[in-house]
C-alpha cells in the first residue's frame, strides 16, 4: 500500500496511528501541501479531489477521505478493532469522532485559513481567535465525553478511532498555541497515547517529510 501523506495534515496523521495500530507497512508518498502539490496534475490523476490523505491499495484502486481511509481499514483488517463490539458503544465512539471530524477540522485546515489570511485579509491575531473559537467548542464538548466514558484511551481502556483523531487534533492546538489547561482529561488521554510506539511513529516530527 502506498499512503499520500502530509506530516502536518492532522487527517494524514489519524491514518498513519491507525496503520501503524493495526501493524500495515506502507509506502509513504510525501505531498507537500504548503507548495500545491495536492493540486498538480499528477497528483490529481491519483485523487481528483486534490486532498490527503489518500491510500492505494493497488490494482488502480485509490480510497480518499480519511475516515472513508479508516471505515476500510477497519473492514479489511478487524484486528486489533478500533472500534467497540457492541453497536451502542460503537455509536458513542462515532459520535466524538464526527466531533472532530465534522465540526471542527473541517474549519481549521490549511485551504480555509489561507482563504481568511488572502481573501478576507484577517490578520495573525483574527486568525488566531478564529481558530480558538472553533478548537473550544469542539473540545469542551470532548472534555465532558472524556469525563463520561474514558479510561486509560478515549473509550474505556481499549484504544479505539477516537484516540486516532484526538490526538492529530491535540497536535494542532498546541501548534496553534491555544491553552489546553481547560482539557484536563483530553491532555491525559493524550500524553497516554503519545506514550505508545504506534502514536509515537506516527507524529509528524517521525515523517520523511519533516524538515530536519
Not at 55 to 66: H, K, N, P, R, Y
Request: include cysteine.
Amino acid at each position: 500500500m502506498k499512503l499520500y501523506s502530509y506530516f502536518r495534515s492532522s487527517a494524514a496523521y489519524r491514518v498513519r496511528i491507525a496503520m501503524n495500530l493495526k501493524g500495515l507497512n506502507y509506502d509513504y508518498q510525501p505531498i507537500n501541501l504548503l507548495a500545491m502539490e495536492q493540486k498538480s496534475e499528477e497528483y490529481l490523476t491519483h485523487n481528483p479531489q486534490g486532498l490527503v490523505p489518500a491510500l492505494d491499495i493497488g490494482d488502480g484502486e485509490i480510497i480518499a477521505q480519511s475516515g472513508a481511509i479508516l471505515e476500510w481499514l477497519e473492514e479489511t483488517t478487524p484486528e486489533p478493532a478500533l472500534l467497540p463490539a457492541d453497536a451502542l458503544q460503537r455509536s458513542h465512539v462515532r459520535s466524538m469522532v464526527n466531533n472532530i471530524a465534522c465540526d471542527v477540522h473541517p474549519l481549521l485546515n490549511i485551504a480555509i485559513l489561507k482563504y481568511l489570511k488572502d481573501e478576507l485579509h484577517s490578520d495573525t491575531d483574527q486568525i488566531q481567535a478564529w481558530y480558538q473559537t472553533w478548537i473550544d467548542r469542539a473540545f469542551t464538548s470532548v472534555e465532558q465525553f472524556l469525563v463520561q466514558h474514558s479510561g486509560q484511551f478515549c473509550y474505556g481502556d481499549q484504544v479505539t478511532l477516537g484516540d486516532c483523531y484526538l490526538v492529530p487534533q491535540v497536535y494542532n492546538a498546541q501548534r496553534f498555541k491555544i491553552p489546553m489547561t481547560p482539557y484536563p482529561q483530553i491532555m491525559r488521554v493524550t500524553q497516554h497515547c503519545n506514550t505508545l510506539t504506534p502514536f509515537i511513529d506516527a507524529q509528524p516530527e517521525q515523517q520523511p517529510d519533516a524538515p530536519s
